[in-house]
């Protein structure tokens, strides 16, 4: 005789108290409840399927360096190239064609274009500065994001200036202000402060809102941790080379949580409109407390090592490289996060329009 609805084996009577929400535990004992019958067809898993990714979650971060055309492939980064400025129309065009709202704009500097003062960091002629108007002359509607910080600029290849040995804060906010300001000028959409220093975002609003330019946006990198994640980047920026010692002390520490809350909560206060969580995957836990709490547009930066370890694992045909890249950005979305930046964001959407 087949056992009823109710008619409980005792393991069924154990209580499930991992789930917050009580309407999570009322589900009937099994046999009614058998939740492999929603498991059972593509149809049924895509109806109940909680979170969705689609191309508009993507932004999409590029290199870009001096040149005519030509992209010169990051070797530790496979799949990703700096592409010379004349080149980014042509990318954003395909950005747009394939859904993908934003683009961000990270340099390229040879350690002899770098200098103490930093001075091509608020230079509108700067290759940044330059690829945000071509963006926005071949692709008007593409959102165009920024980095702010000195590291592509500077001798010393840190986000700030380096006085006596140290990072110093209040100077370095004032050159920020004036990076900030060429990028508005430029016709930057959002403004990306990813130096970690105090006080940036509401000297940065503070100097938006006189100067005209009220409409731009700011994506805090509010809860940026000192990670080893970012070492690929670094290559791809001409960083690697110009970087003497380590961001600890302004960026944040690993083993903090509850301190990313605090940095959200101030940038927020300050006048930021979005903030970010980065790197990503091993930080999911702090997306989804960022998400809970506060509730405002949450990002993730799925950064440069985390790409190059899926990468690398793919092309030693290790993991199933396509659906490893789809899966670590659902996860994003999963935890809360509302977009992704990611370099796979054009080989994703390509994937996802099928
Ligand atoms: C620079 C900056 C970094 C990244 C974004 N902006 C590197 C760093 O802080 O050293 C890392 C992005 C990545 O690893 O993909 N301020």
């Known amino acids: 005789m087949p056992r009823l609805a109710g008619d409980a084996a005792p393991w069924q009577a154990v209580k499930c108290d991992v789930f917050p929400r009580e309407s999570l535990m009322t589900s009937a004992p099994f046999p009614a409840s058998r939740p492999r019958r929603l498991r059972r067809t593509p149809a049924l898993r895509a109806m109940v399927r909680e979170s969705t990714l689609t191309p508009a979650d993507f932004i999409w971060p590029i290199f870009v360096r001096e040149g005519t055309d030509d992209a010169t492939p990051v070797s530790s980064m496979p799949g990703v190239s700096r592409h010379t400025v004349d080149r980014v ?5 395909e950005a747009h064609a394939l859904g993908i709202p934003a683009i961000c704009i990270f340099p390229y500097t040879a350690q002899e274009a770098r200098t103490a003062d930093c001075a091509m960091a608020w230079d509108e002629g700067n290759i940044a500065n330059r ?9 008007p509607e593409m959102a165009v994001m920024t980095d702010i910080a000195l590291d592509p600029y500077n001798i010393d290849g840190q986000d700030g200036y380096v006085r006596d040995g140290e990072v110093v804060n209040d100077e370095t906010v004032e050159a920020l202000v004036r990076m900030a300001l060429a990028q508005a000028a430029s016709g930057a959409d959002i403004l990306g402060p990813s130096d970690m220093m105090d006080g940036r975002i509401g000297a940065m609003r503070t100097a938006l809102e006189s100067e005209g330019y009220q409409h731009v946006t700011i994506l805090s990198y509010s809860a ?5 994640f970012y070492g690929p980047f670094r290559d791809a920026v001409g960083a690697s080379a110009a970087l003497k010692g380590d961001k600890t ?7 903090n949580g509850d301190e990313a809350l605090r940095m959200i909560a101030r940038d927020l206060a300050e006048g930021a409109d979005m903030v970010m969580v ?6 999911l836990d702090i997306c989804r407390r960022v998400k809970d709490r506060f509730g405002v547009p949450t990002f993730a930066y799925q950064v440069s090592g985390e790409y190059a370890m899926l990468q690398a694992a793919a092309g030693n045909g290790w993991l199933n490289g396509e659906k490893v890249m789809l899966e670590s ?3 994003f979305k999963r935890a809360g996060c509302d977009g992704v930046l990611t370099y796979y964001a054009p080989e994703a959407a390509r994937v996802l329009n099928g």
């Open 249 to 255: 002390t302004y960026q944040m520490d690993p083993g």
């Open 329 to 331: 950005l659902m996860a």
């Open 89 to 93: 129309g042509a990318l954003a065009k």
């Open 224 to 228: 940026k941790y000192a990670s080893a």
């Open 131 to 139: 690829a945000i108007r071509a963006i926005k002359e071949a692709v």
């Open 278 to 283: 980065k790197p990503g995957m091993p930080y």
